[in-house]
């Protein structure tokens, strides 16, 4: 299984249903860091057959574009699995992201019928239960094995199943968001924050997206295209954290602090994991050029 999707930058994952033609024309142009085909719960159940046959195509196009390529498929329990999972042989995408998944354990057949055909993606999982939030311990310390790569917040299922009501239903989570970025740190895995509904309000995206990346995620699950800019912004470093980087990087570099285990920069002391933080952000701005 390669590392490569857990490296590359995950600003912006954008779900794609897979039965909407027009929109898997258009989805390779929109500059998401992530396209995520989507045979799960934006598909009728009458359209599924017309999603998965359209799958190989989308998941070319997808890597085509630059992104990473994701098909997300039905929770481990569903009668739907076999099929989509047959897509998945077929289409060989990057990562294959698994709906609904409550426990590490439920990603061991489905990791092995992957591999009996013949294809080792990278596996993600959707983190959408208090079951599953209850686990994330154990999705820290098994994912290696099963190559999970990634953990995805699923917000609307997890306020639901909460009982959140409507005007607290992202504050009512971040315990638990919290909770999946420790659990993905831990297991040195990516993190993705959930979805924004209201696609109309950009200012509450924004601001949710910020909040996000304040928790520690990667990037932000997407439902429209308007949304993929302000993500690729809120999750990427900005102008006041690259000059940051500089200044620390030109400080360890000064030959007067040559040897030294910190330095200090503008009445700061720093040290090494500075240093190292601050490879890593230039790194991702010469990587997150849109």
């Not at 999707?5 to 024309?25: I, N």
């Not at 239960?129 to 999705?139: G, W």
């Not at 609307?156 to 909770?179: F, I, K, M, W």
Request: glycine share 8%; proline share 6%.
């Amino acid at each position: 299984m390669t590392d490569e999707p857990f490296l590359r930058p995950m600003r912006s994952a954008l779900f794609v249903p897979g039965d909407k033609p027009r929109a898997l024309e258009k989805t390779p142009g929109l500059g998401a860091d992530v396209l995520m085909l989507d045979l799960e719960d934006a598909v009728a159940p009458q359209n599924k057959t017309a999603a998965r046959a359209a799958a190989h195509e989308a998941i070319a196009a997808f890597r085509q574009s630059g992104a990473l390529a994701v098909l997300r498929i039905a929770e481990p329990d569903s009668p739907d699995l076999d099929a989509d999972l047959a897509c998945a042989v077929t289409a060989r995408p990057d990562a294959v992201l698994v709906a609904k998944v409550n426990h590490p354990d439920q990603l061991t057949a489905i990791r092995g019928r992957l591999t009996e055909a013949g294809i080792e993606p990278a596996l993600w999982a959707m983190v959408e239960s208090p079951r599953a939030i209850l686990n994330l311990d154990a999705f820290a310390t098994r994912g290696s094995a099963l190559g999970l790569t990634a953990l995805v917040a699923g917000t609307n299922d997890l306020a639901e199943q909460l009982r959140l009501p409507e005007t607290a239903r992202r504050s009512g989570c971040e315990l638990h968001l919290a909770r999946l970025v420790l659990a993905a740190r831990a297991g040195g895995m990516a993190a993705l924050d959930g979805v924004y509904n209201a696609y109309q309000d950009a200012d509450g995206f924004r601001a949710e997206a910020r909040a996000g990346r304040a928790l520690g995620f990667d990037g932000k699950t997407l439902i429209h295209p308007s949304q993929v800019a302000p993500a690729n912004t809120a999750f990427g470093p900005d102008e006041a954290e690259i000059e940051w980087a500089r200044k620390v990087i030109a400080a360890f570099e000064d030959p007067a602090n040559a040897g030294k285990g910190a330095v200090p920069v503008e009445g700061r002391m720093v040290e090494a994991m500075h240093l190292k933080q601050a490879r890593a952000v230039l790194a991702a701005a010469a990587t997150m050029k849109d």
